[in-house]
């Protein structure tokens, strides 16, 4: 179970350090015009922008495949910049957290201890991400910081390619433009997101979702319940009495 919980801590979103996985990066070929790219990019805005002002509630069911399968219920609610996440096992919650504007609060269950801080307190591990980009990558949304990076068009690898803070990112779209893999690239080490659509539709959410992980193994995501919610969401953490607290940068990712 503590391995369990401890796995949310790689939902930040494409945002873990990687150090393992190795990606050979061939010869790369020419880009497109930068009006070929805008025109992609407003394809995508238009086709998988994340809806403002929207809160949405979906429930996952998560299992990790690493030294064992350890299947996990993975809940997220999200509005605007703001997201609150739960990830329980067996009926049993082991981690919650509630990411605020600049802000974030993790309550692990398990050793009754709360982390709070400032995301740039964590800013040397993590990409300028924010809560609602998160929660675009988990509902299969073009997440709402991509607007503000300078995207290449690699048009015969269906490939765009730009830089967020020290990372390179890649995103290869299917034959119809919707987001079928992420990559984040560090040197010569990456982080992988892959993308299963439905044969219905794919423009709907994704199927599954599979995070390949730092060491080779993966976190497999599929959705069994997303909404949108038509009432405000309320999302809030308050911290539990007996619980020790700590710099947020003690949280062991």
């Not at 369990?4 to 996985?21: E, F, H, K, Q, Y």
């Not at 609602?132 to 390619?161: C, N, V």
């Not at 034959?175 to 010569?188: M, Q, V, Y």
Request: glycine share 6%.
């Amino acid at each position: 179970m503590e391995r369990a919980a401890v796995i949310i801590g790689v939902l930040w979103l494409l945002i873990g350090c990687p150090r393992a996985i190795k990606s050979k990066v061939g010869a790369k070929p020419s880009s497109a015009t930068r009006s070929e790219v805008e025109a992609i990019l407003a394809e995508l805005r238009k086709r998988h922008g994340f809806p403002a002002g929207v809160s949405f509630r979906a429930k996952y069911q998560a299992v990790y495949d690493g030294e064992r399968k350890q299947p996990f219920q993975l809940r997220l609610m999200s509005r605007d910049s703001l997201l609150w996440v739960s990830a329980s096992l067996m009926g049993f919650e082991g981690l919650r957290a509630l990411w605020q504007s600049d802000s974030l609060i993790l309550l692990n269950r398990l050793s009754r201890e709360a982390f709070v801080g400032k995301i740039d307190s964590l800013r040397d591990l993590f990409p300028p991400l924010k809560g609602a980009d998160l929660s675009a990558f988990l509902l299969g949304f073009w997440a709402p910081s991509l607007d503000s990076i300078s995207w290449r068009w690699f048009p015969h690898e269906r490939l765009l390619r730009g830089r967020l803070g020290l990372y390179e990112i890649e995103v290869h779209l299917t034959n119809d433009k919707s987001p079928e893999w992420w990559r984040l690239i560090a040197g010569t080490d990456t982080f992988l997101l892959e993308y299963t659509y439905s044969k219905a539709s794919a423009t709907a959410s994704p199927s599954k979702i599979i995070f390949t992980l730092p060491d080779a193994s993966r976190l497999i995501l599929t959705p069994k319940e997303i909404e949108r919610e038509t009432a405000p969401v309320e999302l809030s953490i308050s911290i539990p009495e007996g619980y020790s607290v700590k710099p947020l940068s003690d949280f062991n990712l």
